[in-house]
């Protein structure tokens, strides 16, 4: 059995991966993510993966597979972050409320040994429903939204929140499942089920 590493402190993440029987060892990549960026929402998401997967690597033996991943919520094209605190939590869910946004998660899997370096994304549909500014409030005093990119948890209370979604549903709590699946059995050989 390979070696996985999944180079993420998001406890979503190891949940998703901990549901399989891949036993992946949880290594926090301590990288800084920058407030502005040129490239496209994906680029950025991809470059993020990539950068966690690789710091991760770095720190081991080689042969390895690690996995690094980041999510983003876009609007339009913004890209809209953790909140930095409740009063910013309202105001992402504001600008969220009553439209459709992209969330976007990108993938990166790294095994230096063999010198595959893989860098993927897969992006979701997530329309909101129309609230008022009392549930938002609402909302934000359950404490959900602080450790989360949109400042919203579907897998949580915030699945209230949602009208409707169009895409991988894992990929809008971290890590998309089935793109991991077919990358993992594509390049490493490696099954989840
Ligand atoms: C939109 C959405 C995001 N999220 C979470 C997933 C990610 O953990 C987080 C986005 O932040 P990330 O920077 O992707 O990940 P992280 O900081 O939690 O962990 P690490 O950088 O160590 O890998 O938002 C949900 O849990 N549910 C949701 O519905």
């Excluded at 997967?53 to 690690?66: D, G, Q």
């Excluded at 094209?77 to 504001?94: Q, T, V, W, Y």
């Excluded at 897969?122 to 934000?140: A, D, G, M, N, P």
């Excluded at 699945?159 to 077919?182: A, F, H, Q, W």
Aim: hydrophobic share 40%; charged share 25%.
């Amino acid at each position: 059995m390979e070696k996985i590493i999944l180079a993420s402190s998001s406890p979503r993440r190891k949940e998703i991966l901990n549901r399989f029987n891949l036993n992946p060892l949880i290594v926090e990549a301590k990288i800084e993510e920058k407030k502005s960026y040129n490239e496209s929402p994906e680029q950025v998401a991809m470059a993020l993966a990539f950068e966690k997967a690789l710091w991760v690597c770095n720190k081991f033996n080689n042969e390895e597979v690690v996995i690094g991943a980041d999510t983003i919520v876009v609007l339009g094209n913004r890209i809209l972050g953790k909140p930095k605190d409740e009063e910013d939590a309202f105001r992402i869910l504001s600008l969220l409320n009553n439209k459709e946004h992209s969330v976007i998660t990108g993938i990166s899997i790294i095994r230096a040994n063999t010198n595959i370096k893989i860098i993927d994304y897969e992006s979701t549909l997530v329309r909101f429903r129309h609230l008022s500014e009392e549930q938002i409030k609402r909302y934000i005093n359950t404490k959900e939204p602080m450790d989360k990119a949109g400042a919203y948890g579907i897998q949580g209370y915030g699945e209230v929140l949602v009208e409707k979604i169009d895409g991988c549903y894992s990929n809008v709590v971290g890590l998309p499942l089935g793109r991991l699946d077919y990358l993992l059995n594509k390049f490493f050989n490696i099954k989840i089920l």
